[in-house]
């Protein structure tokens, strides 16, 4: 499966199935005010050492019920070292406007870990990082609120996001990522060589307990320890960032769904293709989705 040539005269895309379809109908638009969260985003572009490709899309709950995605992701490339910055966050449902908060922990990671990297490129402080996104919400409430100085109950009841962030950096032996996490969303290496999805962050079904607990700490609260991880990409794995309406129906790859983004992600596609791949309907699985995902670029003699 793959996108259509247009000189071929074939139809437009048509959705991709994965089992037992969702019911199908025609998406309803957001609440007024969510005029500016658009149903899907998409991007993507490519440095010397890596490609990257990243697409955010509503769930059918949301479609459905009129309530504005609530996932949201960012990427930059930092000129000075060939370093690749992201940020993936997923906006908490109880939240009343969460969909801003995943914008806004994204884009104050994105912000603050460019400007780390430009006064000391050797390490990185991610909890400087996610006390930055912090923050960012507690401006965002405080503004909310007429100025008046919230509580952190109050900044969670507006604004609560898991947030994903991190860098890639480029090196002879494999480029090196470095992230934390804040949250339920995640990370995975995928081979694509052989189709194996290696978690980064321990998964919810993870241990030996009976039941799977969907219970979150998001931002504002930044944990103490702090999850983080360093890895590294060999010339046959990418890097993919998700949230859970993501990671859910991927679980532990060996699936339909690991199969189908094996094939997907075998080179970079376009970015409208990923963001029509990731949009597959999957019977119970209508949350929404987001995924980053990096490659590095090596030449033919090395793949």
Not at 123 to 145: T, V
Not at 205 to 218: I, K
Not at 294 to 301: F, K, N
């Amino acid at each position: 499966m793959s996108p259509a040539n247009a000189d071929d005269g074939a139809a437009p895309w048509l959705g991709i199935t994965v089992g037992t379809p969702g019911v199908e109908f025609e998406p309803r638009p957001p609440g007024q005010y969510a005029f500016d969260i658009p149903d899907t985003e998409c991007d993507g572009w490519s440095t010397p050492e890596l490609a990257v490709r990243w697409a955010s899309v509503r769930g059918a709950k949301h479609r459905y019920y009129r309530q504005p995605r609530q996932d949201a992701a960012r990427a930059a490339a930092h000129e000075a070292t060939g370093a690749v910055v992201f940020a993936v966050a997923d906006g908490v449902s109880d939240a009343v406007n969460s969909e801003r908060g995943a914008v806004e922990a994204c884009r104050a990671a994105i912000e603050r870990t460019l400007h780390l990297l430009s006064q000391a490129p050797g390490s990185l402080d991610f909890r400087d990082i996610a006390g930055h996104a912090a923050k960012r919400l507690r401006e965002l409430a405080k503004w909310r609120l007429s100025g008046r100085e919230p509580g952190p109950g109050e900044i969670a009841g507006l604004y609560a996001t898991t947030l994903v962030t991190g860098v890639i950096r480029p090196d002879p032996q494999g480029a090196v990522v470095e992230l934390c996490r804040i949250g339920d969303s995640s990370a995975w290496l995928l081979n694509r060589s052989q189709g194996h999805y290696q978690p980064v962050f321990a998964t919810k079904t993870d241990g030996d307990a009976p039941l799977v607990s969907n219970e979150v700490t998001p931002l504002p609260t930044v944990p103490d320890p702090l999850e983080q991880r360093s890895v590294r990409l060999s010339a046959h794995h990418c890097l993919l960032v998700g949230t859970d309406g993501f990671g859910d129906p991927l679980g532990d790859g060996d699936g339909q769904v690991g199969a189908l983004f094996t094939h997907q992600l075998a080179d970079p596609p376009p970015p409208t293709w990923f963001a029509h791949v990731l949009d597959f309907s999957r019977e119970t699985f209508d949350d929404d989705r987001t995924l980053l995902v990096a490659w590095p670029r090596h030449p033919p003699e090395y793949r």
